[in-house]
């Protein structure tokens, strides 16, 4: 937008937002369709609070907190609707999510299907991260991540071709200062993408959420390794990158999650690649 505007409230989106029949995406809790605001295009998220009203209206408040900064989706407004519906209006990327990166950049930008490109694409995602883990009251995990694509499912590409998380309904937060630690829901995790501490660990036993430890926000410095081999891709080059990104990569993957660096050192560690390699 060329100007500052309140939020929008319920008078305002019936007045003078737009709901096309043309749906963005589907979810679990919610569905997104195009719409216009006057002469910008924005993102409809149709919510059902009748499931997961919890999960909805904390990613309603964490918009609400976290918005202003340029890498998060940036909020139009909202409306809840007597405790059954609610519309939350955010800004529209037409490229859509991160998770269709490669295509994108294959089929609608070729001049800048790119090492320099990807590596920006790395850095940037490195960068949300160290912002969330940096919250003056605790840092905030990404729990809706338990493969690559689904990580990347939860950003959206802008038309300069960067980076903004667009899903923050599940953010929980570690909160170090009264040692609160945080799960990624209640049922069991499994796979290589998880951190060994999402693991359950008695092996002897089914699975009882109650149980299962704890844990921060190091269990997404694990992830960082996979979600930038995926953006890196097979770009020209690559091979050369990812060994220079060997070390600090092997770091992210140390079974103890103490032992892993910050977000903030890893982009130092990429800030010092790129130089290197003058990307």
């Given amino acids: 937008m060329n100007s500052c505007h309140l939020w929008l409230t319920c008078t305002d989106i019936k007045k003078d937002v737009n709901i096309s029949s043309i749906v963005l995406g589907i979810g679990a809790q919610k569905i997104v369709k195009e ?36 890498k998060i989706i940036q909020l139009v407004g909202w409306c809840v609707d007597n405790g059954s519906l609610a519309v939350v209006i955010t ?81 929980p937060q570690v909160r170090r200062g ?35 430890p704890s844990y921060d926000e190091k269990v997404d410095i694990w992830k960082i390794p996979d979600v930038c081999n995926v953006l890196i891709g097979d770009a020209h080059g690559a091979g050369a990158l990812k060994l220079h990104l060997f070390n600090i990569h092997s770091q992210c993957r140390e079974l103890e999650p103490s032992k892993r660096p910050t977000a903030e050192k890893i982009l130092q560690v990429y800030d010092s690649i790129k130089r290197t390699l003058k990307l």
């Fill in 35 to 70: 719409g216009r605001w006057h002469q910008y295009p924005v993102a409809v998220n149709v919510l059902d609070l009748t499931h997961y009203s919890e999960d909805l209206m904390y990613g309603l408040e964490m918009l609400k907190l976290l918005s202003s900064q340029p």
């Fill in 91 to 171: 800004e529209k990327h037409s490229l859509g999510s991160a998770d269709n990166v490669a295509s994108v950049l294959e089929h609608h930008f070729p001049q800048h299907n790119t090492l320099a490109t990807r590596f920006r694409l790395c850095f940037e995602f490195v960068f949300i991260l160290h912002f969330l883990h940096s919250q003056p009251g605790g840092s905030y995990v990404m729990c809706d991540t338990n493969d690559p694509m689904k990580t990347l499912s939860q950003f959206l590409l802008t038309d300069n071709l960067t980076l903004v998380l667009n899903d923050v309904d599940a953010l």
């Fill in 178 to 212: 009264s040692g609160h630690l945080i799960k990624c829901g209640k049922v069991e995790l499994s796979g290589p993408y998880v951190a060994p501490e999402q693991l359950w660990p008695f092996d002897e036993m089914p699975f009882i959420d109650t149980m299962m």
